[in-house]
């Protein structure tokens, strides 16, 4: 389940949400401080987190989910933006160096189709951050749009994101208390993240986690060690053939 294009868009023009989208801001601009000269893909809802890299990056493309959608609200997201059919995104393979997916994740069952879209127009060694809601969150109410999404646990959503082929190089909670109504000049909120963050990392209501593409297999596990006796003759031709008769072994 996703909140509709209306809710959402009613949801960031309010001082609701003012509090919320600044402390997540910060999460994304530290984890992605330039984005100087690159392609930039926002998937879901994306607009009021990308706006600040619209002078420096290359190009920046909105994508909304078909399904909360009509034409009237099509015609009023502002940017380079398209609508995606049946998780399909309408792009060449290896496309974008950079994908933020924010209120993009909708059901569960879908979401390991979304990743593998994800993958194939993503850059070797391009990078994605996912902000989706959390289960082991203590609360659900009083968070606008992100109450009615389809939320996940951090053992499945990690599972999900290393099963399609990314590696995850930073994971974090964020929002920790319903700011609503909060006045971004007040600093306490921005504090409390930070000392929750520590004591508290799993009563998060949201997760944010960033993961690349790698194109190479990471090895798993340790490889055996094998201990070889010295055999080894003075003869050159016999030390030969006595290594290529254990390396067939």
């Not at 619209?54 to 009023?76: C, H």
């Not at 055996?224 to 254990?246: D, M, Y």
């Amino acid at each position: 389940m996703r909140p509709t294009l209306k809710k959402l868009d009613v949801f960031y023009r309010s001082t609701s949400s003012t509090l919320l989208s600044d402390i997540l801001s910060r999460k994304l601009n530290s984890r992605w401080p330039d984005l100087s000269g690159q392609d930039v893909l926002g998937y879901g809802f994306c607009e009021k987190y990308l706006s600040s890299y619209k002078k420096t990056a290359n190009r920046i493309i909105l994508t909304l989910p078909e399904k909360n959608l009509t034409k009237i609200e099509y015609a009023d997201v502002h940017g380079t933006s398209c609508i995606t059919e049946n998780l399909s995104l309408p792009f060449s393979d290896s496309r974008f160096d950079k994908i933020l997916c924010i209120h993009g994740t909708g059901d569960s069952s879908n979401f390991d189709l979304l990743l593998k879209e994800f993958w194939r127009v993503l850059k070797p060694e391009g990078q994605i951050i996912i902000i989706s809601s959390s289960r082991s969150g203590g609360w659900i109410k009083n968070m606008g749009p992100f109450s009615e999404e389809k939320s996940f646990s951090r053992k499945k959503f990690k599972k999900s994101i290393i099963k399609s082929g990314f590696q995850i190089t930073f994971f974090t909670g964020c929002i920790y208390f319903p700011y609503r109504k909060v006045s971004r000049k007040n600093k306490l909120p921005y504090l409390f993240e930070k000392i929750c963050e520590t004591i508290f990392p799993y009563f998060s209501r949201l997760v944010l986690v960033e993961a690349i593409k790698r194109i190479y297999a990471e090895p798993h596990g340790i490889a055996e060690t094998i201990r070889i006796k010295n055999v080894l003759s003075s003869n050159p031709l016999a030390n030969k053939t006595i290594i290529e008769q254990r390396e067939h072994d």
